[in-house]
């Protein structure tokens, strides 16, 4: 009798499993695809994770060294981080998929054996949006004496980022800005399979949605890149409503600077933003990012999405289909597409046939059919 195939032992790896977002939901639908494959990462808060309950989570030696207050710090630790992941033993898989933004793809392998980095964008702060890191960085009284050597940390950390590059095998990129991001920055070429974005409870109305819907809506992480003061001082000074959800550490300088028009929500459940969704005209989206989970499950819900015109919004954005553009990051620019809006144009069963590319059964198929045609 003919032996058996031996099974490939899978392992996925990715940059730290602290808190919930678009990356850390793809590393979800990863291990849907690969059950057994435990996952590796830098630092793993169990508290806050409960998706990652099940999994076999496997952290490397910084869980252990770093004290609690501040491990999940991630600005902190980067070279402490690629250190970390150079010295995982990773000898007995035969395929490595990471997902990466900063130095999961560090990690060695053996000469036989295969690595696929599913790549969120190559590191920002080193490439792509290094000069906003650099005037932005902040870490108190502290920061005057860490800013002068921003610059020469940064060109030798891009240097160590280069090398971890030469380990991988191919690269997928999650959009075509981040290919465009791969090509210019890594020299590399890559593949766009779009992430997985699970719209179902979005694409219905909640039985309670009013027939007339009204006001804007953003959520997402409260976080400087995604430029949610935008959105709160465009619609303050337009006297318009707008809804803000969610948390984080721009917060309470957009309560600053908000007007009576704003209203501040929170984190909300599942079930809330899906009602919040179907209340509100539109989404506003006036960050660049390197995808964009938001924006996707705003079309689901038949929302038009306001754009800006850069990164991952140009592969579901279409202008007066899906969505409009604003050409610069600028109040006057968000401020003149909030006030040319018309939503009577869009067409809600287009816009949610639009976003099946991103269906998760459609992103366990692209990379099925990848792995399949690059391992043995």
């Known amino acids: 009798m003919p032996s058996e195939t031996p099974k490939v032992k899978v392992a996925i790896v990715h940059d730290w499993l602290t808190s919930m977002g678009g990356a850390e939901a793809q590393v979800l639908e990863l291990h849907k695809m690969y059950p057994e494959a435990p996952i590796y990462t830098s630092v793993y808060d169990k508290d806050r994770m409960k998706a990652f309950a099940d999994c076999d989570v496997r952290t490397t030696y910084l869980e252990r060294v770093l004290p609690k207050f501040i491990r999940y710090k991630h ?11 150079r010295r995982l ?7 490595i998929i990471s997902s990466s933004t900063a130095e999961a793809k560090a990690v060695k392998k053996r000469p036989d054996a295969t690595h696929i980095s599913y790549c969120n964008t190559p590191t920002r702060y080193y490439w792509s949006h290094y000069e906003e890191f650099k005037n932005s960085f902040n870490f108190g009284f502290l920061t005057v004496f860490i800013k002068p050597v921003i610059r020469p940390f940064v060109w030798w950390m891009r240097k160590l980022d280069l090398s971890a590059v030469t380990g991988v095998d191919y690269f997928i990129a ?7 991001r791969i090509t210019k920055y890594y020299k590399r070429d890559s593949t766009v399979i779009y992430p997985a974005v699970d719209v179902s409870h979005y694409s ?7 027939e ?8 997402g992480r409260h976080v400087p890149y995604k430029r949610f003061d935008l959105a709160v001082i465009a619609c303050t000074q337009l006297g318009v409503d707008l809804t803000v959800v969610g948390e984080g550490p721009e917060t309470e300088n957009l309560k600053k600077m908000a007007g009576p028009t704003i209203t501040f929500a929170g984190r909300l459940s599942d079930d809330d933003l899906h009602t919040a969704a179907y209340e509100a005209k539109a989404f506003l989206f006036p960050g ?3 995808f964009g989970i938001a924006p996707v499950e705003a079309i689901a819900a038949g929302l038009p999405v306001i754009a800006y015109k850069s990164g991952g919004a140009l592969d579901y954005v279409i202008e007066d289909e899906t969505g409009t553009f604003f050409n610069s990051q600028t109040i006057p620019a968000l401020s003149k597409a909030i006030n040319t809006l018309d939503t009577s144009k869009f067409d809600q069963s287009k816009m949610r046939d639009s976003i099946k590319k991103f269906a998760p059964s459609r992103f366990h198929k692209d990379i099925e059919n990848f792995v399949s045609n690059r391992t043995v």
């Open 75 to 85: 600005v902190l630790w980067p070279v402490l981080r690629a250190h970390a992941f």
């Open 204 to 210: 219905k109305p909640p039985k309670d949605a009013p």
């Open 212 to 219: 007339i819907r009204s006001g804007f809506i953003i959520w």
């Open 174 to 180: 999650n959009s075509h800005e981040v290919k465009r």
């Open 89 to 95: 033993d990773m000898q007995k898989y035969d395929l």
């Open 288 to 290: 660049e990012e390197d």
